[in-house]
T-cell receptor, first 116, second 109 residues
Framework: GAGVSQSPRYKVAKRGQDVALRCDPI?????LFWYQQALGQGPEFLTYFQNEAQLDKSGLPSDRFFAERPEGSVSTLKIQRTQQEDSAVYLC??????????????FGEGSRLTVL | KNEVEQSPQNLTAQEGEFITINCSYS?????LHWLQQHPGGGIVSLFMLSSGKKKHGRLIATINIQEKHSSLHITASHPRDSAVYIC???????????FGQGTRLTINP
């Protein structure tokens, strides 16, 4: 497709389970972002990639969260030993431009994670 | 205090009314985004601006860099404009977006 694709759209996990969320950005987009959006809140920054390099991971809430983009295209956000507070919508966005240059962002539909 | 603050948090209006949503920020920015999020849906970028004013259809966005303030206006509002509108500031020198809490807009027919 032409847009940013995320999967799964919905994921229910038992507390303690590991989950992996996938983001397929728009082809050729250099920058990729992950955001976490709790119910009724605005999104919060998790991490940013420029191609395969993770340039900023300051928003990852704990060492249970890990993100990668090994070939500079598809990215995976992994959450280990999920906790109830991890329940949120995880949004991925991509942008054509390089670091330091603001560019239009294209968002995926999000992956809604519910931890029971 | 949040780095990006929006007002109002909720806004209900009648079809046809002129709508204004405000966004203030306290950090240095390189750009500011206005985004639209429908219930259960993804986020759509409406505007990205770093100065002045942009217009697209019935939507107008303005920014005053000196006052660290931006506004989103909707003219001749319609029920299909009902959504959450979010402003997000791109932190100067970084690619980190800081989001406002969003404004939930409801336009009644």
């Amino acid at each position: 497709g032409a847009g940013v694709s995320q999967s799964p759209r919905y994921k229910v996990a038992k507390r303690g389970q590991d989950v992996a969320l996938r983001c397929d950005p728009i082809s050729g987009h250099v920058s990729l972002f992950w955001y976490q959006q709790a119910l009724g809140q605005g999104p919060e920054f998790l991490t940013y990639f420029q191609n395969e390099a993770q340039l900023d991971k300051s928003g990852l809430p704990s060492d249970r969260f890990f993100a990668e983009r090994p070939e500079g295209s598809v990215s995976t956000l992994k959450i280990q030993r999920t906790q109830q507070e991890d329940s949120a919508v995880y949004l991925c966005a991509s942008s054509l431009v390089w670091t330091g240059m603001p560019g239009e962002l294209f968002f995926g539909e999000g992956s809604r994670l519910t931890v029971l | 205090k949040n780095e990006v603050e929006q007002s109002p948090q909720n806004l209900t209006a009648q079809e046809g009314e002129f709508i204004t949503i405000n966004c203030s920020y306290s950090v240095g920015i390189s750009a500011l985004h206005w985004l639209q999020q429908h219930p259960g849906g993804g986020i759509v970028s409406l505007f990205m601006l770093s100065s002045g004013k942009k217009k697209h259809g019935r939507l107008i966005a303005t920014i005053n860099i000196q006052e660290k303030h931006s506004s989103l206006h909707i003219t001749a509002s319609h029920p299909r404009d009902s959504a959450v509108y979010i402003c997000a500031a791109l932190i100067q020198g970084a690619q980190k977006l800081v989001f406002g809490q969003g404004t939930r807009l409801t336009i009644n027919p």
